[in-house]
């Protein structure tokens, strides 16, 4: 018996949404993703931007010039709404506020896999699958 809950209908009754496919804590399962977020978020964040379309340099300067309690939890949001995971903007908003992170490794693996997007020239899931 599963003890993941069915996923939740959203209000136009069109898509489902999902839970993360990796935990928030689980930040501590890649060492290297982790250690190299914590000493240089900015790249993280960047290149999570570069996953969705906007460019990376950009968010990450501004990730280190002191706006990532604006862009982090904007990017989080933006991850939801491509994946349909579920959430809010005020639980991005304090995951990014506590855990920032653990927030920016776990967007991170969602968008690059596993090992995250540290690990050579990794482009995107989504964008990988599409190419085969």
């Known amino acids: 018996m599963s003890t993941t809950p069915a996923p939740v209908q959203t209000s136009d009754g069109n898509k489902d949404l999902e839970y ?5 804590f ?6 290297g993703l982790c250690l190299f977020t914590f000493l240089v978020p900015c ?3 960047g290149r999570n931007a570069e996953s969705l379309g906007e460019d ?4 990450g300067i501004l990730y280190g010039l ?3 309690f604006g862009i982090g ?9 491509d994946k349909g995971l579920r959430g809010n903007m005020l639980s991005d908003v304090m995951v990014h506020y ?4 653990c927030a920016l490794i776990q967007e991170n693996k969602q968008l690059y896999g596993i090992k995250g997007s540290h690990v050579g020239e990794k482009i995107p899931i989504t ?5 085969k």
């Open 56 to 59: 990376g340099c950009v968010v």
């Open 66 to 68: 002191g706006f990532a």
């Open 43 to 45: 790249y993280t964040a």
């Open 20 to 24: 993360w496919t990796f935990e928030l």
């Open 98 to 101: 506590f855990l920032p992170c």
């Open 73 to 81: 939890p904007l990017l989080r949001w933006r991850i939801r709404q």
């Open 26 to 31: 689980g930040c501590f399962d890649e060492p």
């Open 127 to 131: 964008q990988e699958m599409e190419r």
